[in-house]
């Protein structure tokens, strides 16, 4: 039995309206969701005879996008194969002043999502900044660079020095898309 404990106001997004997420997750992986809505603990046992152990991983992967504030939709991304999640703590790269890491979250999401939605096109990459993190959901050629995209910005460079980064990686994405090994 394996637990992953997900924000409790996330847990509502988890479960989808008439239980449609959830159903929709199992259904996916072919393993059984009990969720606590009130405490934010999700339980899942891959460990029965028949269940793929990579789905497992995946599933968890899942879990824990949605906890990060992915819709459902987007996080399910990740059971396809060479879809990752990487999450990036804003404490870390802001220190532990409350004002700081406001700051960098505003600058990662940007004046009406306009930084968070250049990424994402530019990349292919989903982006979410919920509380005192960022995640990323992507693939391995698209992912490594959205990640260095939202660490220039955590470091402090300009946002027009973060999308020329971005605009002179677009070949080599195009690239990728086209399923060409780099």
């Given at each position: 039995m394996r637990s992953i404990r997900i924000p409790a106001e996330r847990t509502g997004a988890l479960i989808g309206?008439?239980?449609?997420?959830?159903k929709m997750l199992e259904r996916?992986?072919?393993?059984?969701?009990?969720?606590d809505s009130e405490?934010?603990?999700?339980?899942f046992d891959e460990s029965k005879p028949g269940t793929d152990q990579l789905m497992a991983l995946k599933l968890m992967d899942v879990l824990k996008a949605v906890g990060r504030g992915f819709n459902p939709d987007?996080?399910?991304?990740?059971?396809?194969?060479?879809e990752y999640l990487e999450v990036i703590d804003l404490k870390g790269a802001a220190g532990d002043r409350p004002n700081q890491v406001g700051r960098v979250r505003g600058r990662l999401i940007g004046t009406g999502g306009k930084t968070?939605?250049?990424i994402e096109d530019l990349t292919g990459c989903y982006?979410?900044?919920?509380?005192?993190?960022?995640?990323?959901?992507g693939d391995s050629v698209s992912l490594?660079?959205?990640?260095?995209?939202?660490?220039l910005i955590l470091n402090g460079s300009e946002h027009s020095t973060v999308y020329r980064y971005l605009?002179?990686?677009?070949?080599?994405?195009?690239i990728a898309e086209m399923g060409f090994d780099l």
């Open positions: 309206k008439d239980g449609e997420t959830k996916t992986s072919g393993i059984r969701l009990s969720i405490g934010g603990e999700v339980l987007r996080a399910a991304r990740l059971f396809a194969d060479d968070r939605r250049i982006v979410s900044v919920y509380g005192n993190t960022v995640a990323l959901i490594p660079v959205a990640k260095h995209a939202i660490e605009e002179s990686q677009r070949p080599r994405l195009k």
